[in-house]
């Protein structure tokens, strides 16, 4: 199957900080990422899908300003989460889709854990 | 939006024992995976299954597109496959988004 990373795997950081989180497709190309969050013993909820060369497009309720995303290469996307609020703390997954095989299967990395303090 | 829903929310289980879980969705979809999310968070890919039926060594699943449920058979237990499995759906055709089910809280015990 296709890799997906995420880096860092863990992230604690004061209220009022910016922190980003990388998203990188290792062995295929990817025109669209997707970024999700997952709470406590909760489902995920997709944030955004990332295209590159292009701006992300944003679920409802979802801050723009607040969850920037760049996507600047076709394996790699970023997530900032800016100044950073302790509701802000959560698990962040993204996810690829690789069009290498017939299946259109998505593929996701292991996460970030973000604490805000 | 396509709603899914997953059954049962919980389940326990005896080691060596089988199991079947069921996802249910609200609308034709395009793309169904069932995945494995161990307790570090990562999610682990089982099946492409937006139809017909797959397997894979103890796991194997069934997808009825036209009555619009899957399901995820697990034999012979292992504590091993404790956490929580996913099915997640996707409406279209190529890079589309998954809409995730609850999930079905697996507990394996020796």
């Known amino acids: 199957g296709a890799v997906v990373s995420q880096h860092p795997s863990r992230v604690i950081c004061k209220s009022g900080t910016s922190v980003k989180i990388e998203c990188r497709s290792l062995?295929?190309?990817?025109?669209?990422m997707f970024w999700y969050r997952q709470f406590p013993k909760q489902s995920l909820m997709l944030m955004a899908t990332?295209?590159?060369?292009?701006?992300?497009?944003?679920e409802q309720g979802v801050e723009k300003d607040k969850f920037l995303i760049n996507h600047a290469s076709l394996t790699l996307s970023t997530l900032t989460v800016t100044s950073a609020h302790p509701e802000d703390s959560s698990f962040y997954i993204c996810?690829?889709?690789?069009?290498?095989?017939?299946?259109?299967?998505?593929?996701f990395g292991p996460g970030t854990r973000l604490l805000v303090l | 939006g396509i709603q899914v829903e997953q059954s049962p929310p919980d389940l326990i289980l005896q080691e060596g024992a089988n199991s079947t879980l069921r996802c249910n969705f609200s609308?034709?979809?395009?793309?169904l995976q069932w995945f494995h999310q161990n307790p570090w968070g990562q999610l682990i890919n089982l099946f492409y299954?937006?139809?017909g039926t797959k397997q894979n060594g103890r796991l194997s699943a069934t997808t009825v597109a036209t009555e619009r449920y899957s399901l995820l058979y697990i034999s012979s237990s292992q504590t091993t496959d404790s956490g929580v499995y996913f099915c997640a759906v996707a409406l279209y055709s190529g890079n589309t988004p998954l809409v995730f089910g609850k999930g079905t809280r697996l507990s394996v015990i020796a």
């Open positions: 990332s295209n590159e060369g292009s701006k992300a497009t944003y």
């Open positions: 609308d034709s979809v395009n793309n």
């Open positions: 299954i937006p139809s």
């Open positions: 062995d295929f190309q990817a025109t669209t």
């Open positions: 996810s690829a889709q690789t069009t290498r095989v017939r299946e259109e299967t998505q593929y």
